[in-house]
């Protein structure tokens, strides 16, 4: 077992501090920079905690002593010895002994204003690197007890010393987890040596805001279905001219401000302007999924409007501001490269948000330099605040990037998970540095500095965590198109932490708790344990769901309804804990919170069985009516309701209304009723929705087909076939124009675009109405669905189809774009409402019955 001391001592020539007195000086140059300054601070300071011995600062000029020295950063003496480093790359330095001195000289630049840390800082780099390797200082985690500075009586470095330093990447961020102009932003690689500007990688919202444009100029925004987008993705028209002038203006502002590089990059979530000039550009049409529409659909259909646009803008740049680089991202439409052109102008750096080796491959020549954006981490992947990538992974990656030249790299998400990753980032981090260095002996040195001498036990625990870590990352890859069902929280845990799995991490778990004999190693110890035990409940409960899916009886869901009760006791834990636990030895907490506030993202959602009711449900079995697809029943309408969103109870006294909850079963916060009627010519179907806050609702900016779950809405899915293999699907939403209709299922051969998905090109001719009533804290839809539009007969009494309702509510959410989901029949099978199977059972009554 490899555990490397990192604080060893030696004999060395030039002497800085000998028994714990002061040998040598720092010497800073007269006009010394903030971050001059600030380093020198830092050797004074840790050099003290290390020996006790306090270094004197000392300006240049008024430098008398004789003696060693260390001459930092841009001095007059540094010059005159030609210790230099602007030949170097990016924050890369020189540490260097001539005579009685040590050099220790960076690449330094002034950065942008308040964004003064966006520049190379080599001096700083040069001073964390003599306190790394010669005083054995090490930042393991952002915190001050994630430091380690081991105590010793001298420090020496070699009279020949001669070390040239120079980091792979330009830039480590996204996530600066290591904070910025701290040491350990520059020891561990998370910082900016270049002066950059992003926006988190989309700049058309900054450039056109919607905000500041839209309502004089609508022609700015993408037109869709028909309509100017309003979305607050802000959606822009690629070939309006006025466009790519506020384009340009913005990248040249940036520029003028004193950037080097600035970002160029379409909204996130892109939608395609439909007007005739952008339509005619390409034939790009939608986003797809997997590998067939990536590579063939994409590949040979790019999104020229997108790329044609970005590349004259930088042919702009380039006369204008020749020595500036535009950074175009490379996501989503721009995945792969454009067909009619050969490569962008040399002014152009391409961001890489899928390194796929075939997307590198697709871009080879296309442009002079790269970047990449990855999400090896973060909660939005299905571990959520678990592990997911491990230090192994990283060097493979950090070293197959580095090959290909990629000079910087954002982190859409990483520092969540200190407990039970902490080891990887702090590996990731030394990588980012040097990714040849092995990822096995920074796991070992982490462990070392925090875990004393339970650190061969932790080591062993992270050894047996990584095994099983190490398989999200490829099923994540695997999880594109037809099999995304492999990247959810539940199909994560249960595939890496079945029972002897987890059995065989409480063991070792235990071991090193046992070892733990000093408050720190006990405090970063207990931080895993509080991380692992999150994943050891999450995962017993998904196993139990599971367990329930298969075999739904009463004592399996008490074991379940126990599972789900110590995970939210759990839970409850750590959203409670006292600030100074977090500032001390809980980093990432925030993340955490943020987590379970939202009930998680993306592919790390989390709702079911974590909300179910579980009272109610047993309720059902004392009752003798256990767990199964509720009824709704379908009542035969005297006369057809006034369709004008008022639900008169006088219309629909015959039908009984049913509540909707949440998707997954559990309560809903907010009311939500549906009831339905029919004739021989419609269905109709009326939704009451509580909502107390009626004026944070979001109505408007989609039209016929638009993408309207992004607003409050209703849904209606029906399954007349009742085969759970096929179904109808309706959002209507209280605004005059935005419905959607579409079908899934209808299309049968497999080798469609659309097979096994909406086919929205779909249309039914049915009505809606609705009111918005603020002054009692709901609003109504009325719905009215011709069956001949449906191509269907109308349904005689006692006829079952299959089908649920739904509700999306965005209203007063904080945190986040996802909704409250509500749905009357829960999907005990995922988290969305597109799944026929969790459909349940709506039965056409005859007149008169209740």
Request: with cysteine; charged share 25%; aromatic share 12%.
């Amino acid at each position: 077992m490899l555990l490397c001391l990192f604080w060893g001592s030696a004999a060395w020539g030039l002497d800085v501090v000998r028994d714990g007195k002061p040998v040598a000086r720092i010497v800073v140059p007269d006009e010394a920079d903030s971050y001059t300054t600030r380093a020198a601070g830092w050797i004074r300071d840790y050099v003290k905690k290390a020996t006790g011995a306090e270094l004197a600062v000392v300006p240049e000029g008024q430098d008398t002593g004789q003696g060693p020295r260390i001459a930092l950063g841009a001095t007059k003496a540094a010059r005159q010895a030609r210790v230099r480093a602007d030949d170097l790359a990016w924050d890369g330095c020189r540490l260097v002994v001539k005579g009685d001195t040590l050099f220790l000289v960076g690449r330094d630049e002034d950065g942008v204003g308040k964004a003064d840390y966006k520049a190379p800082k080599g001096t700083c780099r040069a001073a964390t690197a003599f306190l790394e390797e010669f005083c054995g200082v090490r930042w393991l985690a952002p915190t001050p007890l994630g430091e380690v500075v081991p105590q010793r009586r001298d420090i020496s470095v070699p009279d020949d010393l001669n070390r040239v330093i120079v980091p792979a990447f330009g830039y480590a961020n996204g996530r600066l987890i290591y904070g910025v102009r701290t040491p350990a932003s520059y020891a561990n690689n998370f910082r900016e040596a270049l002066r950059l500007y992003t926006a988190g990688g989309h700049t058309w919202p900054v450039f056109v805001p919607l905000e500041r444009y839209y309502e004089e100029h609508p022609e700015y925004f993408a037109l869709i279905n028909g309509q100017r987008s309003n979305s607050r993705m802000n959606h822009l028209c690629t070939t309006n001219p006025d466009v790519k002038r506020l384009l340009l203006e913005g990248l040249r502002g940036k520029f003028d401000e004193g950037y080097d590089w600035a970002q160029l990059a379409q909204s996130d979530g892109y939608r395609r302007c439909e007007c005739p000039n952008c339509e005619a550009m390409d034939n790009y049409r939608e986003w797809g999924r997997g590998d067939a529409f990536l590579f063939k659909t994409l590949a040979e259909n790019p999104c020229e409007r997108v790329l044609k646009l970005h590349r004259d803008i930088a042919e702009q740049c380039r006369r204008s501001h020749p020595n500036k680089k535009v950074h175009i991202l490379s996501y989503g439409p721009t995945t792969m490269p454009s067909r009619a052109f050969d490569k962008f102008p040399d002014n152009v750096v391409v961001e890489l948000c899928n390194t796929d080796p075939r997307v590198l491959a697709a871009w080879r020549g296309k442009a002079k330099a790269f970047t990449a954006y990855v999400y090896y981490y973060g909660t939005y992947n299905a571990p959520g605040p678990g592990p997911k990538f491990t230090a192994a992974q990283a060097a493979e990656e950090l070293r197959r990037l580095r090959d290909h030249q990629i000079q910087g790299i954002y982190f859409c998400g990483i520092g969540e998970c200190w407990g039970l990753e902490g080891h990887s980032y702090y590996a990731c981090a030394k990588l980012l540095g040097n990714p040849d260095l092995d990822p096995q002996a920074l796991v070992a040195e982490y462990c070392n500095g925090l875990y004393g001498k339970a650190a061969p036990a932790m080591l062993r625990f992270y050894e047996a965590l990584d095994s099983v870590v190490s398989l999200y990352y490829p099923m994540k890859r695997l999880s594109g198109g037809r099999l995304a069902s492999l990247n959810t929280a539940e199909a994560a845990y249960i595939a890496m932490y079945p029972p002897a799995v987890l059995s065989r991490l409480e063991s070792l778990l235990r071991s090193a708790e046992q070892l733990a004999d000093d408050e720190r190693s006990r405090k970063w110890i207990g931080l895993t344990r509080i991380s692992f035990d999150y994943v050891r409940l999450t995962a017993t409960a998904y196993t139990l769901y599971r367990a329930y899916q298969t075999n739904p009886n009463r004592a399996v869901l008490l074991q379940l309804q126990d599972a789900v009760e110590k995970w939210r006791a759990h839970r409850d834990r750590i959203l409670n804990l006292d600030k100074k636990s977090v500032a001390e030895w809980f980093p990432g907490h925030a993340s955490w919170v943020d987590f379970f506030k939202t009930k998680g993202h993306l592919n790390s959602v989390i709702r079911a069985p974590f909300d179910w009711d579980f009272e109610k449900m047993l309720a059902r079995y004392a009752a003798g009516t256990p767990q199964g697809p509720p009824l709704l029943r379908v009542a035969r309408a005297p006369k057809p309701p006034v369709l004008d969103g008022i639900i008169h109870e006088e219309e629909w006294k015959h039908a009984t209304p049913v509540e909707v909850g949440l998707v997954s079963g559990g309560p809903a916060p907010v009311e939500t009723s549906v009831r339905a009627a029919y004739d021989d010519r419609c269905l109709y179907v009326a939704f009451t929705c509580a909502e107390p806050q009626i004026q944070a609702m979001r109505r408007t900016g989609q039209k016929r087909d638009g993408a309207l779950w992004n607003l409050d809405c209703v849904e209606l899915f029906l399954d007349p076939e009742s085969m759970g293999t096929k179904f109808l699907h309706f959002i209507a939403v209280p605004d005059d124009d935005a419905r959607y209709d579409a079908r899934r299922g209808y299309i049968e051969d497999p080798v469609h675009p659309l097979y096994d998905r909406e086919d929205v090109s779909w249309n039914a001719e049915w009505r809606h109405a609705y009111v918005v009533d603020a002054a009692n804290g709901k609003w109504c839809v009325e719905m009215e669905l011709p069956f001949a539009s449906l191509g269907i007969a109308p349904p005689a009494p006692g006829t079952r189809w299959k089908g649920n309702f739904g509700r999306e509510r965005y209203a007063g959410l904080k945190g986040g774009n996802d909704p409250e989901l509500y749905l009357w029949s829960p999907n005990e099978l995922g988290t969305g409402f597109c799944e026929p199977l969790c459909f349940g059972e709506i039965r056409f009554e005859a007149a008169g019955a209740r």
